[in-house]
């Protein structure tokens, strides 16, 4: 060591200001977006608005041939907190044709009368009721003259504005053979 103050402080290099390296940032920034846009993808797709024909849709053909009886409605609490609305009811068949697939349009009212939810659906067979109610398309177990089988349309939401009284069920989409 010397006596010389200042030759002691020219053996203390200064410090040299680190590069940062962005890469690992930036590599994780676009996994973390990738992950979020792939969720916003997958669950978006679920909470779709359910498909709507317009009003002045024409009834099928084969329509008068598939009268609707015994409707009922019931509700009931889903895991998430909200509640599903059930339309259950029978659908027969005095036409010629084996009926193989139904689409109806379901019409929920306010109570102006005007249409506060317009939903189209596949109408669905209860296959069983025990223990618990099995749905399947037509195209399972189809109608064939003659026949008659209960149904149900399940709605995850009804417009809050529905005056409560029975959808009105068109039968818009008939396939048969």
């Known amino acids: 060591m010397s006596t010389d103050p200042e030759a002691d402080l020219q053996l203390i290099r200064p410090a040299e200001a680190e590069k940062r390296n962005w890469l690992p940032v930036i590599v994780a920034v676009a996994i973390v ?44 609490a889903n895991l998430a907190g909200g509640k599903v609305t059930y ?16 689409t109806v349009q379901v019409l929920f009212r306010d ?44 709605f995850e939401t009804v417009a809050r504005d529905w005056d409560g009284a029975f959808p009105e069920i068109r039968i818009i989409h008939v396939d048969s053979k």
């Open 33 to 76: 977006l990738l992950v979020v846009i792939g969720l916003v993808l997958i669950f978006g797709r679920g909470k779709s608005t359910p498909a709507a024909t317009p009003i002045s849709a024409a009834l099928d053909p084969y329509a008068g041939n598939l009268p609707i009886s015994n409707l009922e409605m019931s509700e009931s």
């Open 87 to 102: 339309v259950d009811g029978s659908i027969g068949n005095t036409g010629n044709k084996m009926v193989t697939a139904i």
């Open 111 to 154: 109570p102006a009368r005007e249409v506060a939810q317009n939903e189209t659906q596949p109408l669905k067979i209860i296959r069983t009721r025990q223990p618990y109610v099995d749905l399947e398309p037509v195209s399972a177990s189809p109608l064939k003259p003659g026949d008659s089988a209960d149904f149900r349309l399940v």
